[in-house]
């Protein structure tokens, strides 16, 4: 499944209204869906009921419980949703810290317990980090998300086969200029399968 959003202006806090176009039918179900006053996107799922190939190398499980690993505190006021994630470093990026690596290596979680597919965790997970360009930065700078695409693997591969909710998120800057920057992100869950990939464009607000 393959999700494209463009986002016109910031979304306002709170309940979202959501305007669902025309479905287009065939092996290839697309709709294109409305945020009042905010973006757009592109919604597309192709059909296919055969074996899944994985070419994308899958990562090693982690050693240790990631529960034991120091917490990021992400302060609530600043990120409110960042009250609904448990997130535990891998690698030495922090917002803010001025590092040389504009890339996050995490191990992350929800904290609200909802009853999400698989599908729709990732979705919410693939967004969850600040851009890349935060963990080289040591004062905050508006860098706001204009498009993002996202792909799904199967629900047949991603689907929970333990009790872990866990996931590995490798989130980084690949290229930047003075006001444009673009962002790559993968998903992978606690057996090491790739869940899902993400790409944003963002703007640079200085």
Known sequence: MAVTAHLDRPVPPGPAELTVGEMR????VS???????AGSALVRLARDTGATTLSAPGIEPSPVDPATLPPLEIPVDFVPFSQHLDIRPINSARPF???DSPEFDVWIRLLTDLDFTAQERAAVLLDALPPGLF???????????????????????????SPSQWYRL???TVWATDT???DETELFDAAGRLAARARQLRRILS
């Open 135 to 161: 963990a080289t930065l040591t004062t905050p700078v508006a860098i706001p998300t204009v498009e993002f695409t996202a792909h799904f693997m199967p629900e047949s591969v991603t689907a929970d086969h």
């Open 25 to 28: 039918g065939g092996r290839t």
């Open 97 to 99: 810290a001025g590092g």
């Open 31 to 37: 709709c294109h869906v409305t945020l009042t006053d």
């Open 180 to 182: 444009l920057c673009v």
């Open 170 to 172: 490798r989130h980084g």
